[in-house]
């Protein structure tokens, strides 16, 4: 009896092991598209800053995409394009191997084209202007931050990517390109045509002043934070000192910022002691870049800022703003406080993920905010002659701002 009862019970095993077995889809071998969907989507599920992606089921989105019958690259991309616009992040982006070289190239090189930084404006999505290089033929002929892009040529920027809108603005040198352009907070369009051009990315001007008969003032322009940006800022700071400046200006109007590690480390340079930014994670970890090291220089100093000024940009200024360094000058600042990472894909192309937002020292988080200057002073349209001249009221009122503190120094 017993016997039996076992015979039975290992029939009805064998049995289901055979269903079971009946069951199982056969292993299925992965395409290299479908590799390149799973590796960018495996680096935002570990690195993006949002860990609700945007309130959806990330798994999910990964499964719709890699299931689709991807015949060649072009195809893929979309695909992963698709897949990033998911999460309304206009900073998380692919950026296809000319894109991801170009991008690597305007950080350490120099590039050709009309000179813009543009982003999408966060709140409406349209491509917007953060600052023209300086020198650049965007800047030559006006085109200020906020301006916004209504067309590249024949091609509606509502239907081009950030990327693309950088492409088709890129080009050789002489060729032409004509931009539809809403001036900002007006109504009035223009059809600008520009002369694409070298685009030098030397970033820092550095020019002994004297304004006044009270103390030598050392300007120090700043255009973007690019790979030999500290470099460069330390120098100017020491020639300045052996020169006689008792004072210094920091223009950082116009400069839509760059390396993040570059920002962190000009601060360094000015300041004593303090915190320079803190990082938030996606776990709500905060970290932070403190002074490492004494200052270069302790003399009284200004920085200038507007609308053009943005993310490495702000952090530089909030941080000498909030560890009472420094006094801004000028408008409230553009206001992007996400920080991106570049990931290289296996096959040339990139991954421009957001993985942590800033706050300045004192806790402020600027994203969509910016930062308002101690000083405000509204924006006047200059020539690239007129920066930081007699007809420059943000620059005059700096001036002004340097000398009443020796005045109050004289005094005590």
Do not use: C
Request: proline share 4%.
């Amino acid at each position: 009896m017993h016997k039996r009862v076992f015979q039975i019970v290992l029939v009805i095993i064998l049995q289901l092991t055979l269903i079971i077995g009946g069951w199982t889809a056969p292993a299925m071998a992965i395409t290299e598209e479908q590799k390149l969907v799973s590796e960018t989507w495996r680096i935002v599920n570990r690195a993006y800053l949002d860990e609700t992606f945007n309130h959806q089921n990330w798994w999910f989105i990964r499964e719709k995409a890699i299931r689709q019958n991807l015949k060649n690259r072009e195809e893929t991309y979309s695909a992963i394009e698709k897949m990033l616009a998911s999460l309304d992040d206009p900073f998380t982006r692919l950026l296809k191997p000319n894109q991801y070289r170009s991008l690597q190239v305007s950080t350490s090189g120099e590039l050709t084209g009309v000179g813009l930084q543009i982003a999408l404006d966060a709140e409406t999505g349209q491509l917007t202007v953060v600052a023209p290089i300086d020198g650049s033929p965007a800047a030559e002929v006006g085109i200020q931050p906020r301006d916004r892009i209504l067309k590249i040529d024949q091609f509606s920027t509502d239907e081009l990517t950030l990327d693309e809108a950088a492409t088709h603005m890129r080009g050789p040198i002489g060729s032409t390109v004509t931009l539809t352009v809403q001036r900002f907070d007006t109504t009035e369009i223009e059809e600008i045509e520009l002369v694409r051009d070298r685009i030098a990315l030397n970033p820092v001007f550095a020019q002994l002043r004297s304004e006044s008969s009270v103390a030598p003032i050392g300007y120090i322009r700043l255009s973007q934070f690019s790979a030999n940006a500290t470099e460069e800022v330390a120098n100017a700071i020491q020639t300045l000192d052996k020169q006689g400046a008792k004072a210094y200006i920091l223009d950082l109007r116009n400069n839509p910022g760059g390396l993040l590690q570059a920002g962190v480390e000009i601060a360094r340079l000015w300041l004593n002691d303090g915190t320079v930014v803190y990082t938030v994670n996606r776990q709500g970890v905060l970290g932070s870049f403190d002074v490492v090291s004494p200052p270069l220089t302790q003399a009284p100093l200004a920085v200038l800022v507007n609308q053009g000024t943005a993310s490495a940009s702000e952090i530089l200024a909030g941080a000498l703003q909030d560890n009472l360094r420094a006094q801004l000058v000028g408008e409230k600042t553009f206001g992007k406080g996400l920080i991106q990472s570049l990931f290289d894909l296996s096959d040339g192309s990139g991954l421009a993920v957001t993985v942590a937002k800033y706050e300045t020292p004192n806790h402020h988080d600027i994203h969509k905010l910016g930062i308002k200057p101690d000083k405000i002073v509204p924006t006047k349209a200059l020539t690239r002659n007129q920066i930081a001249t007699d007809a420059d009221p943000q620059y005059q009122a700096a001036v002004e701002l340097l000398m009443s503190e020796f005045a109050l120094a004289d005094a005590a």
